[in-house]
């Protein structure tokens, strides 16, 4: 497979990134392959992670948020999957380790899955699964048991609760949590948690969400939160990275992208959010948004076909990320509120 | 054949409960449901899982499973449907209400063309002439916004997108020009622009068509803005109803009031400590006596945990809630935004 070639520069941009962040993913583009075909799922993808931080990484499916959280713990599949660009965590180059110092790293990098329960083996018992990092990582027994129950505290659920007991005797709120406790057992300083909260229900997800920012101030965890839901991504990130068809389309402070979204996407993302308040009737638009294909997407500016701002110039000249006055980097001609 | 009272209603449940028979007792999932629909309106039904939603409807649509014992007389468009036999029901219902569910792949036959799909009902129900039927439903497809009806009605199912394929959903429910449409949790596969294509179209059709709507759904955001009524369930039981921008401004029960704050919102500040509600959702099988809510409630009193709160019915008679201690209809003592974690503090 080519590596990438027709990308756009974002010079400014690159010139911001920091060279001692925690977690560096650089230029990072993921291609699969699918029925012969090549596919680029991720393309020139670059951001900055400090420990501590929370980054947000929202879009909708397709736009190669899973594969970026995946790509950071070397999760992906090795067979028809080409990777450009590097993952540094720590001065570590994660793409270059071997096997053996793959195992070492894992314990500072964990994550944390949509549907925790397919996550579990369900033949064992729950003080086994979240201590199955220990085990892998050679802990003995006894240190074991300690940093399992410790674990398990940390995420309100006791060892006695859940001694002798499987996954399928526990609610999803409750799978959650021992998820999180599995994460957190072997000390991590970095969690991808992939969706976390989607499949629950509204006061279960408020508890999750609680507990994640606890923890995260506890033990100075850096997060890489996906999610689709931008309410969630609101109330949880310091940072937060909008892709559009594995296309960095805006990245920057919280703040910035909530309350002066630069890009036309953000905007609709943004504006697609249900709020629940009284609010006056909405009024209905017609237009159904055509999601252009994956495997053939437009010239220039991917969002353009679906853009209320597309000209000609979108069409002949993909945009760079630039700065924005209120701190965040577009990747747009036509930026809002500039 | 129908009087004209009975005409201003779509829908018209009355105390309608159903249980299971099993062999550790009997389990009621649905407690006592009142609820009514008048032409051209949209409720919304929300509860989290377990609240009942699904069986309401279920129980309505008299797809409920076997061995359920339904209680209490649903009304259809005049017509009481206890008295009718299971075919005529069928008949009846079919021809009047349309539905779309949560996950298009499940109800479409990957091996049947659309075209075909969308048919279906009209041919059985309507009995229209293959002509006809095909005129209509390429005549659907355009208006939920598939383009170039005329190909795609030779497609398979999955040749469409997600939320395509909900589309055609929609088309094959309106086939037969329902009186009434239920969504039941239609958008919740969907990404969130996808999510407010579908329900645009849903509202811009139940307009034109002059259709009444349900939405049943656990987003609560879903619901605002888009209906006119809602019906928030808990352990099978009505906990509260009425005009939807009344109940968001001013939640009377705890338990809505404890949903709206534990919801994360755009507008608030970054790292907000949501509000949450401690406990568990009740257990059908093991019900408490008294309010379905009491255990897990802030304002709890005595007689919550002993009888359950009647409905209690606010000024114009719209809006009515079942709680012994609800929430102040003072406007300031209410703000489901505040970051705050203060329980039962209101008065």
């Keep these: ?338 | 054949m129908t009087t004209p009272t009975s005409i201003e209603l779509v829908l018209d449940c009355n105390s309608l409960s159903a249980q299971f028979r099993t062999a550790s007792g009997p389990i009621q999932v649905l407690h006592d449901i009142s609820l009514t629909l008048k032409p051209c309106t949209a409720l919304g039904i929300v509860g989290e899982s377990g609240a009942g939603k699904s069986m309401l409807i279920k129980t309505i649509m008299g797809l409920g499973p076997a061995g359920m014992q339904v209680s209490g007389h649903i009304s259809l468009a005049g017509t009481d449907l206890s008295s009718m036999n299971e075919r005529r029901r069928r008949q009846f219902l079919g021809a009047k209400v349309g539905m779309v569910f949560q996950n298009p792949m499940t109800s479409l036959n990957p091996f049947v063309r659309i075209g075909r799909q969308i048919e279906e009902a009209s041919r059985y129900y309507l009995k229209l002439g293959k002509a006809d039927a095909k005129a209509l439903a390429v005549d659907l497809l355009g208006s939920v916004g598939i383009p170039d009806a005329t190909d795609c009605y030779d497609h398979f199912p999955h040749q469409f997108s997600g939320g395509m394929k909900q589309r055609i959903m929609i088309a094959t429910a309106l086939a037969c020009q329902p009186e009434l449409l239920i969504a039941d949790e239609a958008t919740t596969a969907l990404d969130v622009t996808v999510q407010k294509g579908i329900l645009d179209l849903l509202q811009i059709l139940q307009s034109k068509r002059r259709m009444s709507m349900i939405l049943v759904t656990h987003n609560l955001g879903i619901v605002a803005g888009r209906t006119d009524e809602i019906l928030v369930l808990y352990g099978g039981h009505v906990v509260e109803h009425g005009p939807t921008d009344v109940v968001f401004a001013n939640p009377r029960h705890r338990y809505t009031e404890a949903l709206l704050g534990a919801m994360p919102r755009i507008d608030q500040p970054a790292h907000t400590t949501l509000r949450t509600i401690p406990g568990r959702p009740p257990d059908p099988a093991n019900p408490a006596p008294g309010c379905p809510f009491a255990p897990r409630c802030p304002a709890a009193e005595g007689r919550c945990h002993s009888s359950m709160p009647p409905m209690t019915v606010s000024g114009d008679g719209a809006h009515r809630f079942a709680c012994y201690v609800p929430v102040s209809t003072h406007p300031s003592d209410f703000r489901p935004m505040a970051p705050a974690v203060a329980t039962g503090a209101e008065q």
């Design chain 1, 1 to 338: 497979m080519s590596e990438p070639t027709n990308t756009a520069p974002n010079a400014e941009f690159e010139a911001s990134l920091q060279d001692d962040a925690l977690v560096q993913v650089r230029r990072l583009s993921i291609s699969y392959q699918r029925n012969g075909k090549e596919f680029r799922a991720v393309d020139n993808v670059s951001f900055d992670l400090a420990a501590g931080e929370t980054l947000g990484l929202v879009g909708e499916s397709g736009s190669g948020k899973t594969t970026i959280g995946r790509a950071i713990l070397r999760l992906l599949p090795v067979a028809d999957t080409s990777m450009w660009g590097s993952v540094i965590y720590d001065g570590i180059d994660v793409a270059a380790l071997s096997k053996p110092a793959l195992r070492g790293i894992r314990r500072r990098l964990q994550m944390i899955f949509q549907d925790p329960v397919s996550s579990f083996n369900p033949r064992r018992k729950v003080p086994d699964i979240v201590g199955e990092g220990l085990e892998i990582q050679g802990i003995g027994k006894a240190e074991r048991t300690e940093l399992i129950n410790a674990a398990l505290d940390d995420v309100g659920m006791s060892r006695s609760l859940v001694e002798g007991r499987r996954p399928h005797q526990f609610s999803g709120g409750q799978c959650q949590r021992i998820a999180i406790a599995r994460a957190l057992a072997v000390g991590p300083e970095l969690i991808v948690c992939d969706e976390p909260v989607a499949s629950l229900d509204v006061s279960v997800q408020a508890h999750i969400i609680n507990l994640l920012q606890d923890i995260r101030e506890t033990r100075n965890l850096a997060l890489i939160f996906i999610s689709h839901d931008l309410a969630v991504v609101r109330n949880v990130s310091d940072k937060v990275a909008v892709l559009y068809m594995g296309k960095l389309v805006e990245i920057g402070p919280n703040d910035a992208l909530n309350q002066h979204p630069a890009h036309p996407y953000t905007r609709i993302l943004l504006d697609a959010v249900p709020v629940a308040q009284a609010r006056q009737k909405i009024v209905p638009s017609a237009d159904a948004a055509q999601i252009p294909s994956r495997m053939m997407p437009p010239s220039g500016c991917r969002f353009r076909s679906r853009c209320p701002k597309a000209q000609q110039h979108c069409v002949d000249v993909e945009p760079e990320l630039r700065a924005t006055p209120h701190g965040q980097f577009v990747a747009c001609h036509f930026p809002n509120n500039q």
